[in-house]
């Protein structure tokens, strides 16, 4: 019996390296990544810091800020490598880096930074959103199915969307959420 419970053993242990090192192989990418969101959060957090006075010394409120300013600042190399790819006459592979990066914000970004609130910060967030972003959010897509439908790209269609991009800044400079003109 004594020989028994020692292969047993034996092959528990190999059976626990092999899992170990399946599991290493298999999450060794989100560790990487979650690595880099750590580093880029405390390479950015100076940054963002001094953004906001200086935002609010310039009128921009806070709305616009967070949806313009600081989302142009924390995805500067995603645009340039989006810019880069589309200089290189590669528009798919612009096209999935941009959109990429909205729809991670939107379904990941967000909901773990709701959840995450219930844990720090001095009150929860929510996911209620005002209307005018309801309807910008829709707005969005629907001009991005439109120049994206076809397949094709050419400077129009880049026209159009910096078009719609300023269109929005100015709406969003002039018209804070929540307050009435008067």
């Known amino acids: 019996m004594h020989g028994t419970q020692r292969s047993d053993r034996i092959v528990a242990i190999i059976i626990a390296i092999l899992l170990t090192a399946g599991c290493i192989v298999v999450l ?23 953004v906001e006075p200086a935002a609010h010394a310039l009128g921009m ?35 999935g880096i941009a959109v990429g990066s909205s729809v991670q914000i939107a379904l990941f970004v967000t909901p773990v930074l709701v959840l995450a609130s219930l844990g720090f910060g001095p009150q929860p967030m929510d996911l209620v959103f005002v209307p005018g972003l309801v309807l910008t959010v829709f707005f969005a897509v629907l001009v991005l199915g439109q120049v994206s439908g076809d397949g094709e790209s050419n400077w129009i269609k880049g026209v159009q969307l910096l078009a719609v991009y300023l269109i929005l800044a100015i709406v969003f400079y002039f018209h804070a959420p929540g307050r009435t003109p008067q």
Not at 28 to 50: H, I, Q
Not at 65 to 93: C, D, K, P, Y
């Open 61 to 95: 409120n806070s709305v616009f800020v967070g949806i313009f300013v600081v989302a142009i600042l924390g995805n500067a190399a995603e645009h340039a490598t989006a810019v880069t790819a589309a200089l290189g006459n590669r528009m798919e592979l612009s096209l």
């Open 28 to 50: 060794s990418p989100f560790v990487s990544a979650l690595l880099w969101a750590v580093l880029l959060c405390c390479v950015t957090w100076p940054t963002l810091l001094a």
